[in-house]
């Protein structure tokens, strides 16, 4: 009898050992997303594993080759969920702001239009085509054409000095040529004053920040796409498979690698990604400045409500100068002809004098969502700011998960590669040559990724773009022969780094032409055709020098003489 219960006892015991080699918990993690046909009920010789301990396991040979592609899988899932926040800050960001600086092009010259027809009346309907143009220019620019801000408002007030001289001098008549040598003394006379100046000032920074914000999100963007898509190695394979599916080979499905072994594992996986965390910091950072000049300095509101304010100003001191700017422009061109006898003005040329009308504060227009753009701001720059260090954090945040790792302070009931137990190797640096000491896998320290070479270089192209628009600059434009003076007052010389006063109404020095001048006479026969703004802009800058220069002043006063007397005959013709 007593031998009986004994050999009951022994049964028992065996049993119970039987039942903890079973398999049933690995397999039912295993049959979530796989079949089972080929899982083991109960532990089997490991001898066939290539990457797990071959001990007793429950993994076929292929289970084993499965968990691998599975855990590749894994892993290509986590890098992609933790930078979701980046590529949809990227591409979210750069559709809204690329939206609200287009439409509040549209307002600005919607309101100019509006603003405009109701002071100037048919005075300004005339000449409307100048304004579309110079705002067709303006988004010609935005959207990454290759033409200055310079160059487009030194073709605009080329154009308008030319149309506004020849309606503040109605008694006279004006031929081609005689406009164009209008344009040519624009440069000395400043018929607008310092308008053209500070209008450059203020739409020439603040447009360069848009366009090259706009262009450095979606540069962000590119670049987090190219970095997440990822070719795993096998060793980064084979030590992934290793932390998180051995411990279900070995029986034991819940239990997580130790924290310090997943950091080694995801620092040799992802030791290129950290490579660009110097360029990438540098990126953001220059990003949260350009984003900060945006709603201070560089105000692209304001720069865009400005436009029609300032272009009436500049009228307005041409208006108010005429007689002197026409003696002068007389002195250096000649007296043109008087226009024959002539009826009482009308009401509309008489809308040109009339007081220009600015902004009241409820006035002021908004975009058609009612987007403000210090929200829009403030939006980015909290978005922005977690983003530094990204990289080099990665593979803390996707160790710090708790289905990927166990918590750090669980040190002792964790996998530690081999059983459950303390891991006891130091975890690396970070970078592809501190892997040299990575004891997760082997990584070849002497081969660079080519792909994050490239991206390296274009996070410094998007820096080095950034910090020229923190001055107001291009970089795309740098290098231009027009960066910047006009013929006609604008006069900000080429390389000129902005102040961070707003609105630039700082003291004005005169402007200095730095651009080459073309010697040859211009020709007096014949009148030549109107030409395209461009090649306009080219013969201003390019002509022979100026004759105001060698004029005699004692002549201006009988020309102011001449002027009124020409003007007291034309009114009593009438």
Known sequence: VKMMKVLVCVIALWGAAGGARSCGESRRVYGEKHELSTAPHTHISGEHLRLCPRDYTCCSSLMEDTLVSQSEADFLSAVHDTSQFLLTTFTQRHRKFDEFFRELMDVAEKSMNQMFTQTYGHLYTQNAPIFQQLFSDLRRYYTGGRVSVAEVLSDFWAGLVERVFALVNPQYQFSEDYLECVSKH??????????????????????????????????????????????????????????????????????????????????????NQADLDSEWNNFIDALMAVVEKLSGPFHFELAADSIAVKVSEGIM???????????????????????????????????????????????????ASGTNLDRLVEELQERLRPMRGFWVALPHTICNDEHKAADVTNEDRCWNGQTRGRYLPPVTAD????????????????????????????????????????????????????????????????????????????????????????????????LRPRDTPSNKRNRLNGRAQSDAGRLFPPLLPLLLLLTVCFSLSSSRGL
């Open 186 to 271: 624009a440069e000395q006379l400043r018929p607008f004053g310092d308008v053209p100046h500070k209008l450059h000032i203020q739409v020439s920074r603040a447009l360069t920040a848009a366009r090259t914000l706009v262009q450095s999100l979606a540069a962000g963007r590119d670049i987090v796409n190219k970095a997440t898509k990822l070719t795993v190695g096998s060793e980064c394979v084979r030590a992934l498979m290793r932390q998180w599916f051995c411990p279900l080979c070995r029986g034991l499905p819940f239990l997580k690698p130790c924290h310090s072994l997943c950091l080694n594992v995801m620092k040799g996986c992802l030791a």
């Open 431 to 526: 970078g592809l040559v501190n892997q040299i000491n990575n004891p997760e896998m082997e990584v070849d320290v002497a081969r660079p990724d080519v792909k994050t070479r490239q991206l390296i270089m274009e996070l410094r192209v998007a820096v080095n773009r950034l910090k020229h628009a923190l001055n107001g600059r291009d970089a795309d434009l740098i290098d231009s022969d027009v960066e910047a003076g006009s013929g006609s007052g604008v006069g900000a010389e080429a390389g000129e780094r902005f102040s961070d006063d707003w609105p630039a109404y700082g003291s004005f020095s005169p402007p200095r032409n730095t651009l080459p001048v073309d010697k040859s006479p211009r020709p007096r026969n014949g």
């Open 317 to 367: 001191y041409m208006q108010e100068n005429s007689i002197s700017i026409s003696a002068k422009v007389f002195q250096g061109c000649g007296i043109p002809r008087p226009t024959p006898a002539r009826n009482k003005r009308s009401s509309r040329e008489r809308d040109g004098k009339r007081a220009f009308r600015t902004y009241s504060a409820e006035d002021k227009p908004t975009t």
